[in-house]
Every structure is written in C-alpha cells, then in structure tokens.
C-alpha cells in the first residue's frame, strides 16, 4: 500500500510540474493582436505629415555652396573642324605605328599575344568579318582558325600584352565589342 502511495505522490508531482511548464510556454507565446497593424487610414496619415514636415525643415536648413564657388573664366578659343567631322571613326586620325606585315617575310614563330574578334560556326560570317578587318587595319595581319566547332578571327602578332590589350581597345572602339586578348604562338618578322 505505501507503494501506491508514492507512486501516487510522484505522479501528481509530475503532473502539477508538467502543467505548470505547459502554462509558462503557452502563455510566454501568445500573440498580441494584430489588427490594427494594417491599418491605412489614422497613424499611417499622421506619420507621412511627419516625414513632409521634417523634409520641408531640412531644406529650410541646407547649406548654401554659393559663396563657395570657384569662377571659371574661359578664353575664346576656336576649334578646328577640318580634320574632324561627325562619321569619322575613332582612330582615324591614328597613324600606324609599323608597315603592313603582308610585305615582311616571316622569320620563325614564338610565344605572343593575337586578339581574338569574333568566334563563330559560320565560316561565311568569320571571312566576312576577316575582309573587314584587313579593310579597316592594314597594319596587321588578320587570321582565321578553325577550332572545332568554331571558326576563329584573330588579328596581329605581339610580343607585348600592352599591344594587344591597346588593339583590342582600338577593336572595340570600331564596333567589335566581343574582342578580347588570347594568348597563341604568333609569326616573328624580319
């Protein structure tokens, strides 16, 4: 009979604990009404009252630069706009640097830089491309590659980065936005 009893004693000790636990965490997890958080008519009004006065104060209060500003005096200059005109190309007024490479016999060949053009699977779009730029730069020769499954155009021979970092800007410049600096076993020159 003492048995039942402490069992007895022992479960209702669990029990009061449980509830009490249970009454802690549902009431440390209530919600608080949410019904006037929505709202749009009353403090939303009152709140945008308050942002349009506070930006009407500050305006009030900004600082004036003009007492700060330097003169700019300007003398008459003329421009010359003979050699420029409104369709000419970027680098037209650019003059080559070397003789065209189709007249130079080719030495030997080492570790350089060639920009790449354009890369396509259309070989008619990759010749046409490669007559553009033989019409456009004479200073360096142009070359199509096929690299499967692309037909390449690539132009010039340089031993230097910064050369064809420059052509590839000159590049872009004419129109050929897709150029870009590929490094390649180029032809040496005499």
Same mark, same amino acid.
């Given at each position: 009979?003492?048995?039942?009893?402490?069992?007895?004693?022992?479960?209702?000790?669990?029990?009061?604990?449980?509830?009490?636990?249970?009454?802690?965490?549902?009431?440390?997890?209530?919600?608080?009404?949410?019904?006037?958080?929505?709202?749009? +008519?009353?403090? $939303? =009004?009152?709140?945008? @009252?308050? *942002?349009?006065?506070?930006?009407?104060?500050?305006? %009030?209060?900004?600082?004036?630069?003009?007492?700060?500003?330097?003169?700019?005096?300007?003398?008459?200059?003329?421009?010359?706009?003979?050699?420029? +005109?409104?369709? $000419? =190309?970027?680098?037209? @007024?650019? *003059?080559?640097?070397?003789?065209?490479?189709?007249? %130079?016999?080719?030495?030997?060949?080492?570790?350089?830089?060639?920009?790449?053009?354009?890369?396509?699977?259309?070989?008619?779009?990759?010749?046409?491309?490669?007559?553009?730029?033989?019409?456009?730069?004479?200073?360096?020769?142009?070359?199509?590659?096929?690299?499967?499954?692309?037909?390449?155009?690539?132009?010039?021979?340089?031993?230097?980065?910064?050369?064809?970092?420059?052509?590839?800007?000159?590049?872009?410049?004419?129109?050929?936005?897709?150029?870009?600096?590929?490094?390649?076993?180029?032809?040496?020159?005499?």
């Amino acid at each position: 009979m003492t048995g039942l009893r402490e069992l007895y004693k022992n479960s209702t000790l669990k029990i009061a604990l449980l509830s009490i636990i249970l009454f802690y965490f549902f009431a440390g997890c209530g919600a608080v009404s949410t019904s006037g958080r929505y709202e749009t +008519s009353g403090r $939303s =009004e009152d709140v945008k @009252e308050e *942002k349009k006065d506070k930006i009407a104060s500050d305006e %009030k209060e900004s600082f004036d630069l003009t007492p700060y500003r330097p003169s700019i005096i300007l003398n008459e200059m003329e421009f010359i706009t003979d050699s420029y +005109s409104e369709t $000419s =190309e970027a680098w037209y @007024e650019y *003059k080559e640097k070397s003789e065209p490479n189709e007249n %130079k016999k080719i030495v030997g060949t080492t570790d350089g830089f060639r920009v790449q053009v354009i890369a396509t699977d259309n070989l008619d779009e990759a010749n046409r491309v490669n007559s553009e730029l033989s019409s456009l730069i004479r200073n360096q020769k142009s070359y199509v590659n096929f690299e499967p499954p692309f037909y390449k155009v690539k132009l010039g021979d340089f031993i230097e980065n910064s050369e064809a970092n420059d052509m590839r800007f000159r590049l872009n410049q004419l129109g050929f936005t897709e150029a870009k600096v590929v490094r390649e076993t180029i032809n040496k020159f005499e």
